[in-house]
């Protein structure tokens, strides 16, 4: 059996052995909640199980995805070290993947284009990433995502103002001719001293502005955040929306930046998503 100890502000999470006695340490790490995302990151620092191990690696996923879940009722992002990767025999695992639109990819594979942008549309568009700027169209923002995300259906102007506030980086895109902003994209991230691990979602575009390339600048300028960065050992991840006005070219759009499924990755990066508890609060 494992126990789990969160710090105060629950930032930090240790796992340990259940015994009276010679209790010891077997995984420590960091912990981020995107509470208005109900999307939580967990990037370990160490874990003391060897990755052939898969009875003791179900057991340390299984007791820290429900000690987190009964906190934030939210999905769960659990990144193993990079050592891990290519080692785990998933398919021995009892946790499962229950997110079969997950996508992820490490800075290894992740492709950034310094040269991306409006397409000579430059007099029309502008990105903006200032967080007071982008509240500052907090309401049209909502009409936006409301008009074209369908996991933003029940969200009022708190909501929107909330998720805003809690991205680490958010991104939109301004039509300067007409004063309205036309796609919107946010980034969470968790860090520790040598590593990022981050959570891309509610990216979206107004579909009377599609087939112009806006989505490929709004992620690419969200990717060049932990590309750009000094902490070059790290994982992106996300949830590939399957319906909606964007959903037929988003598949294509984040494959475009390194991304992959999942299930195509295997082993290659290991980390374990769970779903969130709460229903209707899907991410894209």
């Known amino acids: 059996m494992f126990?789990?100890?969160?710090?105060?502000?629950?930032?930090?999470?240790?796992?340990k052995t259940n015994a009276e006695q010679n209790s010891q340490i077997i995984a420590e790490g960091h912990v981020a909640a995107d509470v208005p995302d109900h999307t939580v990151l967990i990037l370990f620092d160490q874990i003391a199980l060897l990755p052939d191990d898969h009875q003791q690696i179900d057991q340390l996923l299984s007791t820290?995805?429900?000690?987190?879940?009964?906190?934030?009722?939210?999905l769960i992002c659990i990144r193993?070290?990079?050592?891990?990767?290519?080692?785990?025999?998933?398919?021995?695992?009892?946790?499962?993947?229950?997110?079969?639109?997950?996508?992820?990819?490490?800075?290894?594979?992740?492709?950034?284009y310094p040269e991306n942008n409006f397409q000579g549309r430059q007099d029309q568009y502008e990105l903006v990433s200032d967080r007071n700027i982008i509240l500052g169209y907090a309401e049209q923002l909502l009409q936006?995502?409301?008009?074209?995300?369908?996991?933003?259906?029940?969200?009022?102007?708190?909501?929107?103002?909330?998720?805003?506030?809690?991205a680490t980086n958010n991104a939109m895109i301004l039509d300067k001719i007409n004063h309205i902003p036309c796609a919107f994209g946010r980034l969470f991230l968790v860090e520790s001293s040598n590593e990022q691990f981050g959570y891309m979602s509610d990216i979206?575009?107004?579909?009377?502005?599609?087939?112009?390339?806006l989505g490929r600048v709004l992620v690419n300028y969200l990717v060049g955040v932990v590309y750009n960065s000094e902490k070059r050992n790290s994982t992106l991840c996300l949830q590939c929306a399957k319906e909606g006005s964007g959903a037929i070219s988003a598949t294509k759009l984040y494959r475009r930046s390194g991304f992959e499924f999942f299930h195509i990755h295997g082993n290659r990066i290991a980390i374990f998503p769970k779903k969130k508890v709460a229903s209707g609060q899907r991410s894209a």
Not at 64 to 74: K, P
């Open 3 to 15: 126990v789990i100890n969160l710090n105060e502000d629950k930032t930090r999470i240790q796992v």
């Open 64 to 74: 820290v995805s429900s000690y987190v879940s009964a906190i934030y009722h939210s």
């Open 80 to 112: 193993f070290p990079r050592t891990f990767d290519n080692q785990i025999p998933f398919d021995k695992l009892e946790y499962r993947n229950e997110c079969p639109d997950f996508m992820s990819v490490n800075t290894d594979d992740l492709k950034y």
């Open 144 to 166: 936006l995502m409301t008009r074209e995300a369908f996991w933003s259906e029940t969200w009022n102007l708190q909501e929107m103002c909330d998720r805003i506030n809690s």
């Open 204 to 213: 979206a575009v107004d579909s009377a502005q599609q087939s112009k390339g």
